[in-house]
């Protein structure tokens, strides 16, 4: 795992300074505190820093193949290297090094740009090809590695964070305004773009191309809900081979591997996998809250630590230190998303450092079996929908009566759906139609820019999937939707960089892209059957995960955020969003945000919309007001750090 980042000149007589690549490579250390390492050559440069977990002494980036025509700096895993290896073997190249990244250099030799399409992984990697010079970049199938990249005529400059571009005195922090009623509607941001004015992400599943000044694109993967002939039986066999060898792969190291235990399902069953299959002892480790109304998964983790034997340790954190982590998060994470979640996973990656260098989660497993209550919901409303008019309407009204009792509930959210198509309101498992069509956001906007906002434009990425005419039931197209948006652009861009901020580097075996496959082919009643979501995956992994995990409601991660907007950190709160400096930036009503806090006080139905502001409003401070301390190492003494109580410690 580590960081990489580099600038290509279009004018090949034009020569790229080592001590810019330099300067944008330190500002991505804490991607690679082990090593760094330079490749200059005329009008192309590259820099890496390196997180060593494979071939610890022979792993040195960045690397070329026999005779220095291409060269590579990668960031990630390749888990069928090995086999790669062989294969390349076998057609007479030469290997100097034991890594997975000597095997994507020489797979390019043989297959160009298409060697994307043998590598089982996740990663984002550059080459340098001397012999057509051209530039070419890759990111894994579902976006677990980020990268980024900024075009000028004359230019392209390209990392794996944000703030390594930003590191090029040629380019400016300019906000997109735009994207920030995109951020508004989904709670992150969605699609190629991001906050930051001509600086784009590459999408998952694409690779880009640079030569003779042009640009070139290529989507090499995708998802395809094909319909499998597999029954019930002969699919949870395929799904135990596959859960199996995925983690057999995943657990691939040179170093000691440990797995954060939320105490629910997937994480609790990739542990149980892993257990006894490494000559390296395991650990788990998993994160509390002071709040003492919060439900705790800490009982639940130590039942899977104690079933499998592993080292467990656990952390908590409280308002205080949630608060004051807050402008650290922004840093990291370089674009606006609310996921309170995140700085609980900062904290507890932190506690693993002192242990580990590589952790394995479960995220993924809801995205590619349905384990989200809102596919469950959402699918009964459909089928509401198919009710004759009469028996609809009456359903409606009693629905309507209820959630008047609920109106800050999930249930008054969906009984919404009844009156959109899927296609109309699902735009992401954050989003909802009252969201977005009864235009809330627009309360707050002032006048001037709820003018320039553009609805259609801020929900393109979900609606370019949701009517691209793909035949697929209610259930897969928001499986697709979500695994095109939600999965990389929320959270896998939270799990990569909480994680790396602390040096480690985090492994997701259920996003494997076989097992994301094969889920896809499955039918809706493999995966929601009648109330119980993630059917399939919950019945071939009983016996394995313990009764007291597999029954239990799913909860998500309980971050009591909410509780402390309104109470521990209410002050700090109130003082930021109503601050002269935040107000003046004429993106919302004064008045209208002193309603929604007020509103919030008493009811606590705002929260989720407080922290965006929050984030929002970080954001500009962070990138756009200290951009010279921005571009420094998190741990630079020169960066202050918020107090809860608003003020600069």
């Not at 941001?189 to 930051?196: D, K």
């Not at 003018?451 to 499986?479: C, E, I």
């Not at 697709?480 to 480690?504: F, G, H, Q, R």
Request: aromatic letters at 12%; charged letters at 25%; one cysteine or more.
């Amino acid at each position: 795992m580590c960081g990489i980042c580099g600038k290509l000149l279009f004018n090949h007589e034009a020569r790229v300074s080592p001590a810019l690549i330099k300067s944008m490579a330190d500002t991505i250390s804490h991607r690679g505190p082990d090593d760094d390492g330079y490749f200059v050559s005329g009008p192309i440069g590259f820099g890496f820093r390196r997180l060593s977990i494979i071939d610890l002494s022979g792993g040195h980036q960045p690397l070329s193949n026999e005779d220095g025509s291409i060269h590579i700096i990668f960031n990630g895993e390749i888990y069928n290297y090995q086999e790669l290896r062989q294969y390349l073997l076998g057609r007479g190249h030469i290997f100097r090094t034991q890594t997975d990244t000597e095997a994507i250099v020489h797979l390019y030799e043989e297959l160009g740009e298409a060697c994307v399409e043998k590598l089982r992984g996740m990663f984002a990697f550059a080459i340098w090809d001397d012999r057509s010079k051209s530039l070419f970049l890759a990111r894994d199938r579902v976006g677990i590695k980020p990268l980024y990249y900024s075009q000028t005529p004359n230019s392209v400059v390209f990392a794996s964070e944000i703030k390594a571009i930003l590191a090029d005195p040629e380019m400016k922090a300019e906000v997109r305004p735009s994207m920030i009623d995109r951020f508004l509607t989904f709670d992150y941001i969605p699609g190629e773009e991001t906050l930051f004015e001509n600086i784009h992400k590459l999408a998952p599943g694409h690779s880009l191309t640079f030569r003779a000044g042009k640009s070139y694109k290529r989507q090499y993967w995708d998802l395809h809900f094909e319909p499998s002939p597999l029954t019930f039986r002969q699919a949870k066999s395929r799904l135990l081979q596959l859960l199996e060898e995925s983690v057999d792969l995943h657990m691939i190291s040179d170093v000691p591997v440990g797995f954060l235990l939320s105490g629910g399902v997937d994480s609790t069953a990739m542990l149980g996998f892993a257990a006894g299959k490494t000559s390296h002892p395991i650990s788990s480790y998993t994160i509390g809250f002071s709040d003492p109304q919060t439900t705790d998964e800490r009982p639940y983790a130590r039942l899977a630590a104690q079933k499998y034997g592993s080292d467990h340790h656990e952390t908590t954190i409280n308002a205080h230190q949630f608060a004051e982590f807050l402008p650290k998060y922004i840093w990291h994470m370089e674009e606006p998303v609310c996921e309170p979640p995140a700085v609980a996973l900062y904290y507890v990656s932190r506690l693993a450092k002192a242990f580990v260098k590589v952790l394995i989660s479960g995220e993924g497993g809801d995205e590619a079996f349905a384990g989200y209550s809102n596919y469950r919901t959402l699918l009964w409303l459909q089928r509401l929908k198919g009710l004759p008019t009469p028996m609809r309407q009456l359903f409606s009204a009693s629905l309507g009566m209820f959630t008047r009792f609920a109106s800050n509930g999930a249930s008054a959210r969906s009984a919404q759906f009844l009156d959109f198509r899927l296609e109309d309101s699902y735009f992401s498992r954050t989003s909802s139609p009252s969201r977005f069509y009864n235009r809330q956001w627009q309360r707050f906007y002032s006048s001037d820019f709820a003018q320039s906002v553009d609805k259609r434009f801020s929900a393109y990425p979900a609606t370019k999937y949701l009517r691209n005419g793909r035949r697929v039931g209610p259930l897969d197209t928001m499986l697709y939707v979500d695994t095109k948006t939600w999965l990389p652009d929320d959270l896998l861009i939270k799990a990569d960089k909480m994680t790396m901020a602390n040096s480690i580097e985090l492994r997701v075996p259920l996003l494997d892209h076989k097992i994301l496959e094969f889920a896809a082919s499955l039918p809706q009643n493999f995966k929601v059957r009648g109330f119980t979501t993630k059917y399939i995956a919950k019945k071939t992994l009983a016996g394995r995960v313990p009764r007291e995990i597999l029954n239990r409601k799913k909860t998500g991660f309980p971050v009591p955020y909410e509780r402390w907007l309104r109470q521990d950190l209410k002050d700090w709160v109130h003082s930021l969003l109503l601050d002269p400096k935040t107000t003046a930036r004429g993106y919302f009503q004064k008045s209208a945000v002193q309603r929604m806090l007020s509103d919030d006080m008493s009811s606590g139905g705002f929260s989720k919309e407080i922290f965006d502001l929050i984030v929002l409003e970080l954001w500009h401070r962070e990138f756009l007001e200290k951009r010279e301390s921005t571009l420094q190492p998190e741990s630079s003494p020169e960066r202050p750090c918020y107090s809860a109580t608003g003020t600069a410690a």
